[in-house]
């Protein structure tokens, strides 16, 4: 009697783990999203990759504070909410350590550890700017920015295919997104080119990759907090006494 029911108390707190953590993948997908989303409309569009020293140097001496305020928010902010949905992510598909745990945990870390690293390297071409520096060292700050952001993507695609395997491996999430969790890997992979080669054809992948990149954080937060109070529910139906 005892075993059975201290079984019953750690299901019953396996289940609160579960949705507690359900919760705080949804509130850091929401930051995550909405950071993006407030984001890209802070500061005109950047330019060009093969843009001349003179016109990078331009821009930035021209929007210095709407580029700095946008950074803080898709790469400060965003990158913060992106460490905190990983984590989370991790434990809410009960994921063991294993090579699928390790590339989601690795690589969406690694990338949100790229993303603070961007914020401060945004600081540095408004700094260079602001005290007279040359158009050869804020072109050379913004194009490192950009490979930033190609590797950030590249580990971005990596880590949600190992989190739609661990999804599929545990039967959750609809089809639908699981199918979008293995397409994005190379959709952000393709999109991710855009930065370091100018190409209208890869400008237009980039562009579908983030907004199905948004797509997804948003759906997964939203399925996971459904999922888990469905289990909550299922769980509290069981114990509840039955009445002859």
Known sequence: MTSARAHRASTSDRREATTTDAARLAGAGGVYVAAWVLGLFMAPTAPSSTASDAEIHSFFATHHSATLLQALFVHGIAGIALAAFVVSLTRVLAARTGPARMLVLGGGLAAA????????????????????????????????????????????GVAIAAATRLA??????????????????????????AFVIDS????????????????WVATVSAVSVRDARGTQSRGAARRAPTAY
């Open 168 to 193: 599929a491996h545990a039967g959750a999430w609809p089809r639908w997104l699981r199918s979008l969790g293995y397409a994005l890997l190379p959709i952000l992979v393709i999109g991710g080119l």
């Open 200 to 215: 209208a054809a890869l400008t237009a992948v980039l562009t579908v990759s983030l907004l199905s990149l948004l797509l």
């Open 113 to 156: 550890l790229l993303s603070l690293v961007q914020f401060t390297m945004e600081i540095a071409p408004n700094r260079h700017v602001a005290g007279d520096g040359d158009a050869d060292g804020t072109a050379a700050l913004f194009h490192a920015v950009n490979v930033a952001d190609t590797v950030k993507l590249v580990l971005l």
